[in-house]
């Protein structure tokens, strides 16, 4: 039982958007700015989306946005492209004792 | 550019304890810049933050895991290390080393990932 809630699957076709939701608690990510989003290949290592809910790191497409309201955050794909079709992970801190959990994660599919 | 491998058996006894090490390359394990940090991956299941530790040797284990848990840092091989006691066929998974990064809030580089199966 993951602590972050995630819908298990988005679709969309070519160019279209789609965003995943991240719903959480005021212990994690409503509590602190530090929501991150991993991209999943499949065989792959998860690789770093977004961090601190809105930066993306050097080298992701601009198309990948994040942004959060209250205990929920999202990811939002603009421009979906074949090569965005991937599972995604959200996390955030929470706290010195629990520190570290992740959403359930959502299978994005590129119709 | 920080380069992380997990390295152990893929094959672990049931109620043995599982030991990995994460080899990093391209930065210093006494970087105040990083925590390092184990998370695993069952078949076909999501990720879990199993803990994470700090270049002074901190410690932030997942509660549900703390009781069987230890992670290490071995400063002068740049290496970090993990250890399960009394695995079950529910410790079956991916195991991969990653580097917190930030405020120690997000797993910035990640290593290539190493199946372990708990198998009696």
């Known amino acids: 039982q993951s602590a972050l809630t995630q819908p298990r699957s988005v679709s969309g076709s070519p160019g279209q958007s789609v965003t995943i939701s991240c719903t959480g608690t005021s212990s994690n990510v409503g509590g602190y700015d530090y929501v991150s989003w991993y991209q999943q290949l499949p065989g792959k290592a998860p690789k770093l989306m977004i961090f601190d809910v809105s930066e993306r790191p050097s080298g992701v497409p601009d198309r990948f946005s994040g942004s959060k309201s209250g205990n929920t955050a999202s990811l939002t794909i603009s421009g979906l492209r074949a090569e965005d079709e991937a599972d995604y992970y959200c996390?955030?801190?929470?706290?010195?004792?629990?520190?570290?959990?992740f959403g359930s994660g959502t299978r994005v599919t590129v119709l | 550019q920080l380069q992380l491998q997990e390295s152990g058996p893929g094959l672990v006894n049931t109620s043995a304890t599982l030991s990995l090490t994460c080899t990093v390359s391209?930065?210093?394990?006494?970087?105040?810049?990083?925590?390092w940090a184990w998370i695993r991956q069952p078949p076909g299941k999501g990720l879990e933050y199993i803990g994470s530790i700090s270049n002074s040797g901190s410690t932030y284990d997942n509660p549900s895991l703390k009781s069987r848990l230890i992670i290490s840092l071995h400063t002068s091989k740049n290496q970090f290390s993990l250890k399960l006691f009394g695995v079950t066929a529910a410790d079956t998974a991916v195991y991969y080393c990653a580097s917190l990064e930030g405020s120690g809030t997000y797993l910035g580089g990640w290593g290539q990932g190493t199946m372990v199966t708990v198998s009696s």
């Open positions: 996390s955030s801190y929470a706290g010195t004792y629990t520190y570290y959990v």
């Open positions: 391209g930065g210093s394990i006494g970087s105040s810049s990083y925590y």
